[in-house]
């Protein structure tokens, strides 16, 4: 085997079939499996500008490429599909347990058309899928219903299955709403839960036992012994309080980054909630839904309330997602926080997202209210990365009189606890004003009129991440220029010094590793070369199945490149694997142009990139030259740099026309399967 299975599961649901679908190798070849492969076949079989919360939509659900083959922390799956909340190819992803179950059963991809009339899932194991009914789990929440589908499918002496569910949230076809798996971890972004809500599919569970490999086990032990080596040695006492990162507010602002293997620290230590004290004193993490700063709305007492060692006095056991050497994950014993009426007890550890967009965002030191908010915001299966820009607009739209306490039912106010708490659970079960706000931040402006989008932060349709892209014109030109906006994960300048590209991409430019960062500013074409390395990489790296902690290590540490070899036996140096990086890249904005998207769409809000800039604080005087960005970045990608289009001579350099435009029976071969 070469990593993949070579086979696709297409599963109809409004007929109730199953059919197996064999990929050519040459697909693998030129688009890798995971993200890349559900991209291109969502690009074959979603037609032009179709209602992503209609049946023609299709709903891909997938694991990596070196998923399984015995590689680390390369065990995360991912959903694609049309978004709603941007129109666009819609992508979450995901760690958890339930990657290497998919490929188990032999497949690559779960790909989901059409739509059933009544509530389903589906289960598949060494004999085939078959789709089932699941009328007693709807109305149940992710965790809840995910237990309830394994326990139905377990059989003694056999394996135990895993399961993927949507919450509440996908149910109500929130374009928030994500996929869950592992009791709430959750594949988040783009509204990819309401889709499958959409098609009345309430999970997947599966128990299969096929194995797989790569073409080279010998050296992917050997590299992931040295990948797992350098991870363990990186470590921090966890009695050492994050406080001690009160010393980051008297850094200029400089780039200080030998390689990522401090990211290994922070993960295995605290895992991501140790970043907020750091976040918030640097400036990096926004305040007040993008309008404040740390040094006039959220003060240092306020975020020692609420930063990474007070989340861990509550930790009672660490754990590793599937092949993982990180282990940033953690539960928490949250029996005796306030809000917690539901009595949830053994919870997840928050993620910096939640912690901070639920915190210092909203200018809230009740760190028992975000708690609660963490969990309850995994059951129902939501973005709270979305909910909390969502409750952010609301609070300043009421703050300034466009919103009343009779539109509301409760006054709102920053920082306060309860209302924040009460106007979550009325977006996650669309009540009263919550059936407006539960579609995201750009749906409620076109409900409730223009005049509220001066308050609706996001870019493309996507509420950004707390991570603040006015100290950073990399990333905020990458918020920009990635067909999926407002979208951190695919790097910036303080990651592209970790990532040590330019050690094995020929092309790649060196980062300043020691010193200021001012060339960052330049309306130059080695820095848009540096944004489109991360680009392309992340394509790759979503491709196998990689972690994004992964590749913060750095390439010296976390040898992706090297993997992918060893698997494929392709031959493929470091370029070749990014020039399948800018394939992907470019096939999925191809894709958002077939849906009638202006590839402008996604100029982040003005906010985002300090249009006016801030007068105080770390970001103070910040304006990002954003315009200049994104058309410097398209014109070294080989797009028209005035629209965004990818060029014909692109597209025929990429060979794309020959995939997207040749017969798909010339790629596939279709079998009727059980189901």
């Known amino acids: 085997m070469k990593g993949y299975c070579g086979k696709i599961l297409k599963v109809d649901l409004t007929n109730k079939t199953c059919t197996d679908v064999y990929?050519?190798?040459?697909?693998?070849?030129n688009f890798l499996s995971g993200a890349g492969l559900a991209a291109w076949w969502c690009y074959r079989n979603i037609p032009a500008e179709c209602d992503p919360m209609g049946p023609d939509n299709v709903l891909c659900i997938t694991s990596g490429l070196?998923?399984?083959t015995g590689s680390c922390i390369t065990g995360r799956w991912m959903v694609v599909t049309k978004s709603p909340s941007t129109g666009g190819i819609g992508e979450a992803n995901c760690g958890g347990t339930f990657a290497p179950f998919i490929k188990a059963c032999g497949y690559d991809i779960i790909a989901f058309h059409g739509a059933s009339d009544?509530?389903?899932?589906?289960?598949?194991?060494?004999?085939?899928?078959?789709?089932?009914?699941?009328?007693?789990?709807?109305g149940q929440d992710a965790a809840v219903a995910e237990r309830m589908m394994v326990e139905e499918n377990t059989i003694p002496g056999k394996k135990v299955p895993q399961a993927c569910t949507i919450g509440w949230a996908g149910e109500n076809k929130s374009w928030m709403a994500g996929v869950c798996n592992d009791n709430g971890r959750i594949a988040a972004r783009q509204g990819v839960g309401g889709v499958m809500g959409s098609k009345m599919l309430k999970g997947l569970c599966f128990a299969g036992t096929k194995p797989v490999s790569g073409e080279n086990p010998a050296e992917i032990r050997r590299l992931s012994k040295m990948c797992a080596s350098r991870v363990n040695k990186a470590f921090m006492p966890p009695e050492i309080p994050t406080g001690l990162l009160n010393v980051a507010k008297f850094l200029p602002e400089m780039q200080l980054s030998p390689d990522g293997i401090m990211t290994g620290v922070l993960m295995g230590t605290w895992g991501t909630c140790g970043s907020s004290q750091f976040a918030g004193q640097t400036g990096e993490a926004p305040v007040k839904n993008?309008?404040?700063?740390?040094?006039?709305?959220?003060?240092?007492?306020?975020?020692?309330?609420?930063?990474?060692?007070?989340?861990?006095?509550?930790?009672?056991n660490r754990y590793y997602c599937y092949s993982c050497v990180y282990g940033c994950g953690g539960e928490l014993d949250i029996s005796k926080i306030r809000f917690n009426d539901e009595g949830y007890s053994r919870v997840h550890k928050p993620e910096y997202e939640t912690q901070w967009v639920f915190t210092g965002f909203l200018l809230n030191d009740d760190n028992d209210s975000m708690l609660y908010i963490n969990e309850y915001a995994n059951r129902a299966g939501i973005d709270t990365i979305s909910l909390g820009g969502t409750?952010?607009?609301?609070?300043?739209?009421?703050?300034?009189?466009?919103?009343?306490?009779?539109?509301?039912?409760?006054?709102?106010?920053?920082?306060?606890?309860?209302?924040?708490?009460?106007?979550?659970?009325?977006?996650?079960?669309?009540e009263g004003i919550g059936d407006i706000l539960a579609d995201g931040t750009k749906r409620a402006v076109e409900i409730l009129g223009p005049e509220f989008a001066k308050y609706a932060v996001q870019g493309g349709g996507m509420e950004p991440p707390m991570h603040d892209s006015r100290p950073d014109p990399q990333q905020a030109t990458l918020y920009a220029i990635d067909a999926t906006p407002s979208r951190h994960t695919s790097g910036g300048s303080l990651y592209y010094g970790c990532m040590h590209l330019w050690k094995k991409v020929t092309w790649a430019p060196p980062a300043v590793l020691v010193g200021g960062k001012g060339g960052e500013w330049e309306i130059s074409d080695e820095e848009a070369l540096k944004v489109l390395a991360c680009a392309?990489?992340?394509?790759?790296?979503?491709?196998?199945?990689?972690?994004?902690?992964?590749?913060?290590?750095?390439?010296g540490i976390y040898p992706i490149f090297e993997w992918t070899e060893a698997a494929t036996g392709w031959g493929a140096t470091p370029d070749d694997l990014m020039w399948i990086g800018k394939r992907i890249y470019t096939l999925r904005h191809m894709f958002n142009i077939k849906q009638g998207l202006d590839p402008w769409y996604s100029r982040p809000h003005p906010r985002m990139v300090g249009e006016p800039p801030l007068k105080v604080g770390k970001v103070a005087g910040k304006t990002v030259p954003i315009d200049a960005k994104i058309m410097r970045v398209w014109k070294n990608c080989g797009f028209d740099e005035k629209t965004g289009y990818p060029l014909p001579e692109t597209v025929e350099e990429l060979n794309l026309n020959y995939f997207l435009d040749s017969p798909i029976e010339n790629f596939i071969k279709e079998v009727p399967c059980n189901g």
């Open 391 to 430: 409750v952010g607009m609301a609070i300043e739209a009421y703050e300034n009189g466009l919103l009343k306490e009779e539109d509301i039912g409760f006054p709102l106010s920053w920082g306060d606890a309860d209302s924040i708490v009460r106007l979550v659970k009325m977006i996650v079960h669309r």
């Open 536 to 555: 392309y990489f992340k394509r790759i790296v979503d491709g196998v199945g990689g972690c994004y902690f992964g590749f913060l290590l750095g390439t």
């Open 118 to 138: 009544t509530p389903v899932y589906l289960y598949c194991d060494n004999n085939g899928p078959v789709i089932k009914d699941a009328s007693h789990l709807w």
């Open 66 to 68: 070196l998923t399984s």
């Open 290 to 316: 993008w309008g404040g700063s740390q040094k006039e709305d959220f003060h240092i007492k306020a975020l020692s309330r609420t930063d990474g060692s007070k989340t861990l006095r509550l930790q009672t």
């Open 23 to 29: 990929i050519a190798d040459e697909i693998y070849e």
